[in-house]
Nanobody
Framework: QVQLVESGGGLVQAGGSLRLSCAAS????????MGWYRQAPGTQRDLVAT???????NYVDSVKGRFAISRDNAKNTVYLQMNSLKPEDTAVYYC???????????????WGQGTQVTVSS
């Protein structure tokens, strides 16, 4: 059993900052990559940022220079620092992890429950 628990969402004015956290727990053997997706009402879930176990990062163009993803491997936790927030960043943000559980030799995809980020203009 694996759980991903997010925190840090909320309401912020345009230009402000928020920091999201996501902690993975349970029967985890190793985590290959972690990251964040977001989904605004009426749209599909889109990738925001990813980070591998080796700390290689990838960002969608719309957040480059504003968002920073980081990871604490000892805590199985991924963070998303969001600066210079815009109203179009408003969405539910979902944490995900590609990880191997104890007892299964292949990796699987796991998701958090989502946290709402609302940016007012």
């Amino acid at each position: 059993q694996v759980q991903l628990v997010e925190s840090g969402g909320g309401l912020v004015q345009a230009g402000g900052s928020l920091r999201l956290s996501c902690a993975a727990s349970g029967s985890i053997f190793s985590i290959e990559s972690m990251g964040w997706y977001r989904q605004a009402p009426g749209t599909q879930r889109d990738l925001v940022a990813t980070i591998t176990s080796g700390a290689s990062t990838n960002y969608v163009d719309s957040v480059k220079g504003r968002f920073a993803i980081s990871r604490d491997n000892a805590k199985n936790t991924v963070y998303l620092q969001m600066n210079s927030l815009k109203p179009e960043d408003t969405a539910v943000y979902y944490c995900f992890a590609i990880l191997v559980t104890k007892g299964k030799p292949w990796p699987g995809n796991y998701w958090g429950q989502g946290t709402q980020v609302t940016v007012s203009s």
